[in-house]
């Protein structure tokens, strides 16, 4: 709006400049004497200034015509192509401001006013390598998904052009959720083009949601060796896809094979708690004690976890509770505040029926961080320990609002796992899940389970005094006998662990 007031405004100043100075030099006195043979004509100054004007416009036409004139005599002379390159310019000039009109309207979201243009810039220019890929982006903008697979296809005739014409069809094919036929395309644009960074990701991406494993290994060996990937990123996928190719391989029960993948992915990413398992299991099946006790214990103090811990039990399974206690105080020596490594000694302290130590290896954890599992673990030791059924209860009530604690999250959608994957079965990023506690988004009624342990404390008053239960109340009751049940059933497993 401001832009065309400020031309209306020029366009009235230029007509007003105009007219008055019309006006002053018709009034003006003087003029211009002309002698042309003999004969002498006197040009006021109003006149003198259309005589120069036509000057002008004449000196202009006869430099045009000039130039006609200059073609026409090379033609003359045995040039056929004088005339049509003197015409050609002037095309060749109406041709590339169409194309730059529609690479503008490109950029303006107008897809088929681009089109158009484009169209105009073609038969202008007769160049299709720079009209057809401005044809395609625009019939995609505009929903004419057919007239521009067509016109990516004409890209692939020109050696020039081929790369653009693949990764074209390639977006339409993942667009379309044809992904086979995008798996092959992103590997001919990877070919022709092996440093783009947006085909290496999108090929990595379908090779690891076809579990390609071998191929995604490659491609990721491109990626670091053209600069586009941080060696220690690098490291860790390339360990994440030598432990998915180890899965695949126990899958076929090829365990020789299934045991060097795993060591690897744990010598390339010690960290990765999957690989640190298998490559566990692997030497205990060796028979190298020593080397599985080594690598568990530098994954334990990268990222204490209960796979681990399982691990580790996995090496001596006959041992006694006792010389378990022992054994495991040296796995967890450097993580002794972590709350993994509290719950783990806890837990072994109950198998041992030592729950006084249980409840100072668990150190308050019920206060000061508590998740199901940590409850669970103190509802066990009151239990060990003679106290009431009400305490018992209450802390198994609680559990049923308290958090899960950490489980595998993916980083990028949030998505809960109960096993870790390499991709994200939910939004299939690839390397995404890690071992965190998920946020907390689900809110409690005051109806709910945290009304349990206030419920069950009114109960046992009225069970002292000798009243008759109600029915709901009994079958609160009930509810909460059964999760007695489950944690004795899970702290006998942990013991046969």
Request: charged share 25%; hydrophobic share 45%.
């Amino acid at each position: 709006m401001l832009w065309s007031m400020i031309k209306i405004i020029v366009f009235v100043a230029i007509v007003a400049g105009l007219t008055f100075g019309s006006i002053y030099l018709l009034e003006s006195e003087g003029g211009v004497m002309v002698t042309v043979a003999g004969v002498e004509y006197s040009l006021g100054p109003f006149h003198t200034a259309l005589a120069l004007i036509a000057l002008v416009a004449a000196v202009w036409l006869g430099i045009k015509l000039l130039g006609l004139l200059v073609a026409v005599l090379k033609f003359l002379n045995g040039d056929e192509t004088a005339i049509s390159r003197y015409f050609d310019r002037n095309r060749e000039k109406r041709g590339y401001q169409a194309l730059s009109d529609s690479m503008m309207a490109l950029a303006s979201g107008e897809g088929r006013t681009a089109m158009e243009k484009a169209r105009k810039a073609e038969k202008m220019l007769q160049q299709p390598q720079l009209t057809n890929l401005i044809v395609a982006q625009a019939a995609e903008m505009s929903g004419d998904t057919k007239k521009a697979e067509e016109t990516y296809k004409k890209l692939l005739t020109d050696e020039g052009t081929r790369f653009v014409g693949v990764r074209g069809l390639m977006k339409q094919k993942l667009d379309a959720g044809k992904t086979d036929v995008a798996l092959k395309l992103a590997e001919t644009a990877f070919a022709l083009k092996p440093r783009h960074e947006e085909v290496q990701d999108t090929l990595l991406r379908l090779q690891t949601e076809t579990k390609d494993w071998k191929g995604a290994r490659g491609t990721l060996n491109a990626k670091l060796r053209h600069g586009a990937l941080p060696r220690d990123v690098h490291r860790r996928r390339d360990a994440v896809l030598a432990l998915s190719e180890a899965k695949d391989v126990l899958d076929e029960n090829a365990s020789i094979e299934t045991r060097e993948q795993a060591i690897e992915a744990n010598r390339l990413s010690p960290d990765l708690i999957p690989a640190a398992v298998m490559a566990s299991q692997g030497y205990v099946e060796k028979g190298k004690a020593r080397n599985a006790t080594r690598l568990l214990k530098k994954a334990w103090d990268a990222q204490p976890h209960p796979d681990l811990a399982a691990a580790f039990a996995e090496i001596a399974p006959d041992e006694t509770p006792e010389a378990r206690i022992k054994r495991f105080k040296g796995l967890v020596k450097n993580t002794a505040t972590h709350s993994e490594s509290k719950m783990l000694m806890a837990e072994l302290f109950i198998a041992a029926e030592d729950f006084p130590e249980a409840r100072r290896a668990l150190g308050g954890l019920e206060e000061s961080d508590p998740t199901q599992r940590a409850l669970t673990i103190m509802a066990a030791i009151e239990r060990g320990e003679g106290s009431s059924d009400a305490v018992v209860k209450g802390y198994l009530a609680k559990a049923l609002s308290a958090p899960r604690g950490p489980q595998w999250v993916c980083d990028n959608c949030h998505a809960i796992h109960a096993d870790w994957a390499p991709t994200c079965d939910n939004c299939h990023s690839f390397d995404t899940l890690a071992w965190v506690a998920p946020p907390e988004t689900e809110t409690q009624s005051v109806t709910g389970a945290a009304m349990l342990p206030l419920i069950i404390g009114a109960l046992e008053d009225n069970s002292d005094e000798g009243d008759e239960m109600p029915e709901d109340a009994e079958v609160v009751e009930a509810d909460v006998v059964t999760l007695v049940e489950d944690s004795d059933d899970a702290s006998n497993t942990r013991k046969s662990a």
